[in-house]
């Protein structure tokens, strides 16, 4: 019941850290899928690196702004016509580029990642929807961050973004039902090229709060992803998975 052999799904953001490693188990368990990512180079990278792991047919790359509505059209077009479907969506794209006190931020940089980590996020299943899953049905899953759960301090318009996003999935969840699932994912720190400004002072200290004493792997998020799109999860809409490694337990978000 994991397995997604026939399946489509088009992952964003994914020409590495969490995004990639969410392909490649998509990959792993039988889907075909589409990744996209802005910057090219690497993004064939990561399109040769998936394709020499498995049928290299069932995988397409295509360079896309997740902030461009021609790009979002494009991609989601050029999934159905390339493999006939699009049964999954994840919305991995995410961006920060704003830190600290809120007094200080820049209401255009504010702006751009709300618009980047909900509108677009939005923008994608309004097309996924209308190019295939209205009709057929699917899964979507948005990652999210338990900084989007609890205030970081640290971090707190990207964490409201993330706030907003899972509010997003709750909402997509109950109009989109029964046909289509809406989750999402929070994970705490995962030890990615984004997030490197998080564990900056080493990852040792960093992880000394958490009760599993790590910082997450990519794919440690991509299992998860994998389980909620299979129909092993089939009863479960609206829901946002934390994969935390255990720090909001503890009431407090360490670094992040």
């Given amino acids: 019941m994991t397995d997604l052999t026939g399946r489509t799904a088009l992952v964003t953001g994914a020409s590495r850290g969490i995004g990639y490693a969410i392909a490649a188990e998509l990959l792993s368990r039988g889907a075909s899928v589409t990744i996209t990512a802005r910057k090219p180079d690497e993004l064939a990278a990561a399109g040769e690196k998936l394709a020499a792991g498995a049928d290299a047919s069932r995988v397409l790359a295509l360079a896309a702004n997740a902030g461009s509505a021609e790009s979002r059209e494009e991609s989601v077009t050029r ?9 999954i969506l994840v919305n991995n794209t995410g961006i920060n580029p704003t830190y600290g006190f809120l007094m200080d931020a820049d209401l255009d940089a504010v702006r751009k990642t ?3 980590n909900v509108v677009a996020a939005l923008a994608y ?3 996924v929807y209308r190019a295939w899953m209205g009709e057929h049905g699917g899964s979507i899953v948005n990652i999210a961050s338990v900084a989007g759960l609890r205030s970081s301090g ?4 990207y964490g409201a973004s993330k706030a907003a996003l899972i509010r997003l999935t709750e909402e997509l969840a109950w109009q989109l039902g029964p046909k289509i699932r809406v989750n ?3 994970p705490a720190v995962v030890k990615t090229k984004f997030a490197t400004a998080l564990y900056s002072s080493g990852e040792e200290k960093t992880a000394e709060p958490y009760p599993m004493k790590r ?4 794919e440690d998020i991509a299992s998860v992803v994998g389980f909620l799109v299979s129909d ?3 009863w479960m809409t609206g829901e946002t998975v934390r994969v935390d490694g255990g720090i909001l337990a503890t009431g407090t ?3 992040a």
Wanted: proline residues 6%; negative net charge; without cysteine.
């Fill in 215 to 218: 910082l997450g792997e990519p």
């Fill in 114 to 116: 709300f618009d980047t």
């Fill in 79 to 87: 999934t159905v016509e390339r493999f006939g479907s699009l049964d």
């Fill in 253 to 255: 978000l360490g670094s």
């Fill in 232 to 234: 092993r999860a089939g």
């Fill in 154 to 157: 640290v971090i707190p318009a």
């Fill in 125 to 127: 299943v309004q097309l």
């Fill in 184 to 186: 999402a994912v929070a």
